[in-house]
């Protein structure tokens, strides 16, 4: 069968992409701006590529067009699809229908940490031998792509609650069916498709009612807004997690190990029993939480608590969570994903313990349809409390003004309107011994590799002087 898939290259439908391959499938595709990691990973497995939307690539007629919700009406190969009669989907149904059907589906959801949990649980099962299937939004270091067929029965997926398609306007994650879920929080995000976060509960809750009496929801016992989803009805039995120990409903708990205050090493509790002590690459209380979470859902799977925490000391991380992309003369560049304020609080919590007094300074792109609507505008500078310096770079078509947010942080606030004044005002603000943390959900035009490039420069240059 031939697929033909538009909006390929997001994280999602190029998962949907090298799954439908390993199918044995025929597939193109075409998008558009498209950059790594998944440009890459599609070319390395022989997908071709359209760039545009012009309604020639429907020509030769392909079996099916799978299409992605970035594509909107007026696009004309939307509208030529629509005066066709080729058979369409959006990305979930195709993957409910002929990938999902029949397996074991674990699937992670939450406004924040899903990526990273669903890599988590898809490696403790990895590392007990059960080889399972996965589609995560991200590029999970111990496996060599973001999504794979796997072997039957699992197959874990990163459960997003961004709407499905144009004509299919319900969370994606209504179409997955899983036996085990995991809510990992919920927060208000998406502004541009949600009026408010009693919405986005009520999608969540239209994902509890698919879950079977017969499997089991692992939730975030802390969050408030997940316990009113869950009582809006709940026929599966659920488990609680919480990274503290005296949270009403946690059955999955974390006690500290004395000495360590980042979350590098934790101990593990079911209740009163002590399962094993974590001691792994990653930190932060809300990676703490993740572990749990996925500790949890991979029991729930067959898999021995004291396993999975073997497996979580050979983790290796994810992609743009937190990667160090670089060192120069003592300054370290981070690159993390957060776009939301909750997830730059907890990261910069995270890293703040893991380097004590030295300078962190943050970059931060609002690229995320909400971060660019300004909703969270009012959240955002309290956001950077940890951090001792914080850079904003703010195109002229952001849609609002952050004159705010950059006078609330004082004189750590820095506002600059285009790459290369912030490239080359932040290289000659850092020193040795800084953490810069590059945050964004896009690829920032590069940023990344002009300040490493940059800092070598400097250092060639001091050397030869």
Request: glycine share 10%; hydrophobic share 45%.
């Amino acid at each position: 069968m031939h697929l033909h898939i538009l909006g390929i290259a997001g994280t999602f439908m190029a998962g949907v992409a090298a799954l439908a391959k390993a199918a044995g499938h025929r597939v193109t595709g075409s998008d558009q701006n498209v950059y790594p990691p998944m440009s890459t990973q599609l070319e390395a497995l022989g997908i071709e590529l359209i760039e545009g939307y012009a309604a020639s690539q429907l020509t030769p007629r392909p079996d099916v067009v799978v299409v992605g919700n970035v594509m909107t009406r007026g696009q004309p190969v939307i509208e030529a699809l629509l005066e066709s009669d080729i058979p369409q989907a959006s990305g979930p149904e195709w993957l409910a229908r002929e990938i999902l059907k029949g397996r074991w589906v674990l699937a992670v959801a939450g406004t924040h940490g899903k990526t990273t949990t669903a890599s988590l649980l898809a490696w403790i099962l990895e590392h007990a031998g059960l080889a399972p299937g996965f589609l995560i939004g991200g590029a999970p270091a111990n496996f060599e792509a973001s999504a794979r067929l796997g072997r039957a029965p699992f197959f874990i997926i990163e459960a997003d609650e961004y709407d499905t398609a144009f004509f299919d306007k319900r969370a994606k994650f209504v179409h997955y069916r899983p036996r085990t879920l995991i809510l990992n929080n919920l927060e208000f995000d998406h502004a541009d498709i949600y009026e408010n976060v009693a919405a986005i509960e009520r999608q969540f809750h239209h994902l509890v009612r698919t879950v079977p009496g017969t499997g089991r929801i692992v939730w975030n016992a802390a969050d408030a807004r997940l316990a009113r989803t869950l009582a809006m009805g709940c026929w599966t039995p659920c488990e609680g997690f919480a990274g503290g120990s005296h949270v009403p409903g946690a059955l999955w708990t974390s006690r500290p190990v004395s000495g360590v205050t980042d979350g590098s090493s934790f101990e593990v509790l079911e209740g009163a029993t002590l399962h094993g002590r974590v001691q792994w690459s990653l930190i932060g209380a809300h990676n703490v939480d993740n572990a749990l979470a996925a500790l949890a859902a991979a029991r729930h799977a067959g898999v021995p608590v004291a396993q999975g925490i073997e497996a979580l000391r050979f983790f290796k991380g994810v992609a743009r969570r937190m990667q160090v992309r670089g060192e120069v003369d003592g300054i370290v560049i981070y690159d993390d994903f957060a776009h939301h304020p909750t997830a730059i609080q907890t990261t910069l919590a995270g890293l703040r313990a893991r380097v004590n007094g030295a300078r962190i300074i943050t970059v931060l792109e609002p690229r995320s349809q909400t971060m660019r609507m300004g909703v969270h505008r009012e959240a955002l500078a309290p956001a950077f409390a940890a951090a001792d310096a914080v850079w904003i770079y703010a195109p002229a078509d952001l849609g609002w003004d952050v004159q705010g947010v950059v006078a609330a942080l004082g004189d750590r606030g820095h506002l600059r309107r285009d790459l290369d004044t912030l490239s080359a005002d932040l290289v000659r603000a850092l020193r040795s011994g800084d953490h810069v943390l590059v945050m964004s959900n896009g690829s920032f035009g590069g940023l990344h590799a002009r300040l490493l490039a940059a800092l070598q420069a400097r250092s060639r240059g001091a050397a030869n002087a």
